[in-house]
Nanobody, 124 residues
Framework: QVQLVESGGGLVQAGGSLRLSCAAS????????MGWFRQAPGKEREFVAA???????TYVDSVKGRFTISRDNAKNTVYLQMNSLKPEDTGVYYC??????????????????WGQGTQVTVSS
């Protein structure tokens, strides 16, 4: 079993930056693919970014060039650096872990473990 705890959310003006962290505990997330998702009010949870154990990455088109996903395997932590934030980036951001470790899944159903989420609010 893996527990995931997100942190780093908050309120920021458009154009600003935030760095989200996701700490994994319970067992090593060695080999796991880690992902970030977000959910805006009244909308479905959507994929944002994913990273493999060896730091292969993929992003949803709307955040390419603005967001960067990274991981520190020694610290069992994954990060999401968010720059040039827009009001449409507002939502609850969730960290997720895929124990299968194959590819870069973008569907929520392919992830096995989820954090509780952290709120990101971008004001215009």
């Amino acid at each position: 079993q893996v527990q995931l705890v997100e942190s780093g959310g908050g309120l920021v003006q458009a154009g600003g930056s935030l760095r989200l962290s996701c700490a994994a505990s319970g067992r090593s997330f060695s080999g796991y693919v880690m992902g970030w998702f977000r959910q805006a009010p009244g909308k479905e949870r959507e994929f944002v970014a994913a990273i493999t154990w060896s730091s292969g990455r993929t992003y949803v088109d709307s955040v390419k060039g603005r967001f960067t996903i990274s991981r520190d395997n020694a610290k069992n932590t994954v990060y999401l650096q968010m720059n040039s934030l827009k009001p449409e980036d507002t939502g609850v951001y969730y960290c997720a872990a895929d124990r299968a470790g194959w590819g870069l899944p973008t569907r929520t159903s392919l992830y096995d473990y989820w954090g509780q989420g952290t709120q990101v609010t971008v004001s215009s």
